[in-house]
């Protein structure tokens, strides 16, 4: 026998026991953007490599060392299977002049794919659900997107997350920091790791934002961008906390939240959990005022989030598939066309059918009937086929085994699942 193939590491199949979680939370959040305003846009999965240089920034992890980039080799072109979905989102904007003459409110959600260390909540093909919106100014519509969010983890169940919020300014702001950063570090430069020395020329903000523990004393007495933030900037990050403690919000203000990627100005913000070991950021966003002209359209402020989906789902209790639909059982001669034509019947009064297409016993196919999902099996045998009838046996409850004709078993089956 050959050597079976293996998925690729890092990339992950979902289960048929799996689903029901998927399934449930999916659903959940197209109620939840709805109620919101929010509409989907579909996008590829591989884009132009130059889309997430010139957006994410060259000298972040994402960029530098986390691509799928390769040749196409037809065009010759570097293309790239997105890390993200922002910078797919404002280029498929311009692209399709959305802009032009309102506002939007957008989500789009799938794979995404970086070459990171596998390990706990942390894939090379992992999900989001991404939210955009372009073309607001004020402070309400970063207020929405977590007000939004909190309204999710109340839907699926979920407690203990925690908002993490900063403002990193304007673009003058972040100048007059970093020049203070750059200082404070260059001090302090002999205690700093390899990777921190790099950052330090690239993009000293991101020193910030290193998880070693080693360095913590060093960035807890850094210049803190807040406190260099312009009045505009200020008075916006002001508006957003009043607007969340008005809504009931809790959030703490973490002035070394800086994110990964170097779109963001004004609003950032992490819904982070306990629960999570290493990778604890559940959901990220903020405020991208300059991305879609420095993507090369007409200039519009946009701000959104992305949730990763694996980490919601593992914060959710296990939703069970709820037992519903029929079974349907056939054994004896003549009696499969009959059961075929009743599973079709049940099917039109929209009634979820598993018909055993294995065969055997009544015995055997009854087991499988309990292994399945289905609330009810239903027995066609030739006594039935004769009579025009068909028997109905509850799964999951006590019950008595009823014959009757399909259009009886049909109403009962409804009333049951309705009640
Ligand atoms: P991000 O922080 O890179 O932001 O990712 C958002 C979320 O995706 C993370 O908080 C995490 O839950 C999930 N995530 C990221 N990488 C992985 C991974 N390797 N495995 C599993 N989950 C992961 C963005 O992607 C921005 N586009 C968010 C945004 C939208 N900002 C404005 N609009």
């Known amino acids: ?25 999916h659903d ?45 080799t037809l065009s010759g072109e570097s293309l790239t299977l997105r890390p993200e979905g922002t910078a797919s989102c404002v280029r498929a904007v311009i692209e399709h002049n959305l802009l032009y003459s309102q506002p939007h409110r957008l989500y789009y959600e799938g794979p995404m794919f970086r070459h990171e260390r596998p390990q706990k909540g942390r894939y090379r093909q992992f999900h989001q659900i991404g939210v955009e919106a372009f073309g607001f100014v004020g402070p309400d519509i970063d207020a929405e997107h977590m007000v939004m969010c909190a309204r999710l983890w109340k839907e699926l169940g979920l407690s203990g997350l925690k908002l993490e919020l900063n403002s990193l300014g304007d673009a003058e702001s972040r100048a007059r920091h970093r020049g203070k950063l750059v200082e404070h570090l260059r001090k302090n430069y002999d205690a700093l790791d390899d ?20 360095l913590s004393p060093i960035i807890a007495s850094a210049p803190r961008l807040i406190d260099e933030l312009d009045p505009e900037s200020r008075e916006h990050f002001e508006h957003v906390q009043t607007l969340l403690t008005d809504r009931g919000v809790d959030f703490e203000i973490v002035p070394r939240l800086v994110r990964g990627l170097d779109y963001y100005n004004r609003t950032v913000y992490e819904w982070v959990s306990d629960a999570l070991g290493a990778q604890a950021t559940v959901c990220a ?13 007409k200039p519009a402020p946009a701000c959104g989030f992305a949730l990763g989906v694996e980490r919601v789902l593992t914060l959710m209790k296990d939703a069970e598939a709820k037992p519903a639909g029929v079974y349907l059982a056939h054994h004896g001669e003549n009696t499969d066309r009959y059961a075929f034509k009743i599973a079709e019947m049940l099917r039109d009064a929209k009634i979820a059918v598993v018909f055993d297409a294995s ?15 289905a609330r009810f099996a239903l027995l066609i045998g030739e006594d039935e086929t004769r009579g025009g ?31």
């Open 1 to 25: 026998m050959s050597k079976p193939i293996q998925a690729v590491r890092g990339m992950n199949d979902v289960l048929p026991e799996e689903s029901p979680r998927w399934q449930f939370f």
């Open 28 to 72: 959940t959040a197209r109620g939840w953007l709805q109620l919101y305003g929010y509409r989907e846009i579909k996008l590829p999965l591989l884009e132009k490599s130059e889309l997430f240089s010139r957006s994410i920034g060259q000298a972040t992890d994402i960029v530098s060392k986390e691509m799928y980039t390769f040749e196409d």
């Open 195 to 214: 990777d921190s020395k790099r950052r330090l020329e690239l993009n000293p903000l991101r020193v910030l934002d290193s998880k070693n523990p080693a």
């Open 285 to 297: 966003g903020g405020r991208y005022d300059r991305l879609v002209a420095e993507l090369g359209g």
């Open 359 to 373: 065969g055997g016993s009544f015995k055997s196919q009854m087991k499988r009937a309990d292994a399945s999902s």
């Open 389 to 419: 009838v068909v028997s109905l046996k509850p799964l999951r409850e006590a019950g008595e085994q009823i014959a009757a004709p399909i259009e009886d078993i049909i109403a009962r089956i409804k009333m049951e699942e309705e009640s």
